[in-house]
């Protein structure tokens, strides 16, 4: 018997992920972005289904939807906590169109690690599922590795947060370093303001324009004429890379 058919995964294997939500579209969205990524993918369409893949196979984080006919995302975590044993300490990322405040809260409450409000974007998703991995100690699981990105003399550890010029380490506030994250690892291509705004801690989206001028003040030369953080007008931001 292999270490996944027994419940305990094989140390070395890639992460194994499980995505439980009902709509199909998005099961298949993470399911192909995800392996992209490096990652092994399951999906189930409900809380049961769920239970039945996890009585056969072991996982190495859950994201789960939270509203779900036949039982919700929250309740499976609860009963996952409370009573599975293969689902006790396994990290858990809720995602969800609910944005309160209170559902955050419910949800955290229920055992989850982490919360993602619908709409989202995948690499956001990416950036988040690799931090709670690498905070996995009992035993050794690869997790993508995450480059570092360069642009002009600066270059970003994504998977620290750490940004440098030349040899000299530019300090960050925590927000411009989620904000400064998400753009990296968009390799160039333009974030919206909207997944700005909510990576990390959220905020609201005119925040977002402070953060971006107080990232420009860091990054440009000339922060009137950015060379690197770019505007895409009406859309959002991209941030210009080497190559």
Not at 25 to 47: E, F, K, N
């Given at each position: 018997m292999n270490a996944r058919a027994n419940g305990q995964p094989a140390e070395g294997e890639a992460a194994h992920l499980l995505i439980v939500d009902d709509d199909s579209?998005?099961?298949?969205?993470?399911?192909?972005?995800?392996?992209?990524?490096?990652?092994?993918?399951?999906?189930?369409?409900?809380?049961a289904d769920a239970k039945s893949r996890m009585q056969s196979l072991a996982f190495d984080l859950l994201v789960l939807d939270v509203m779900m006919?036949?039982?919700s995302g929250i309740s499976l975590a609860r009963d996952l906590r409370q009573h599975g044993e293969a689902g006790t300490g396994v990290p858990i990322i809720f995602l969800t169109a609910r944005g309160e405040v209170e559902d955050r809260i419910a949800g955290l409450e229920a055992g989850g690690d982490d919360?993602?409000?619908k709409p989202f974007d995948p690499r956001e998703l990416t950036l988040r599922i690799?931090?709670?991995?690498?905070?996995?100690?009992?035993?050794q699981i690869v997790v993508p590795e995450e480059p570092v990105v360069r642009f002009g003399e600066f270059c970003f550890d994504l998977a620290h947060g750490d940004l440098r010029r030349g040899d000299k380490r530019v300090a960050l506030a925590e927000r411009e370093r989620e904000m400064l994250r998400l753009l990296a690892?968009?390799?160039?291509?333009?974030?919206?303001?909207?997944?700005?705004?909510?990576?990390?801690?959220p905020c609201n989206e005119r925040s977002v324009n402070v953060q971006i001028n107080r990232l420009r003040r860091k990054l440009e030369g000339d922060p009137a004429d950015p060379a690197y953080l770019i505007t895409a007008r009406g859309t959002g931001y991209r941030l210009a890379l080497d190559g």
């Open positions: 579209r998005i099961r298949a969205l993470l399911a192909r972005y995800l392996t992209m990524q490096g990652y092994r993918v399951t999906t189930a369409a409900s809380s006919p036949g039982g919360y993602l409000a690799a931090s709670l991995l690498r905070r996995t100690k009992d035993r690892s968009a390799r160039g291509e333009v974030v919206s303001r909207h997944a700005l705004a909510t990576c990390g801690t």
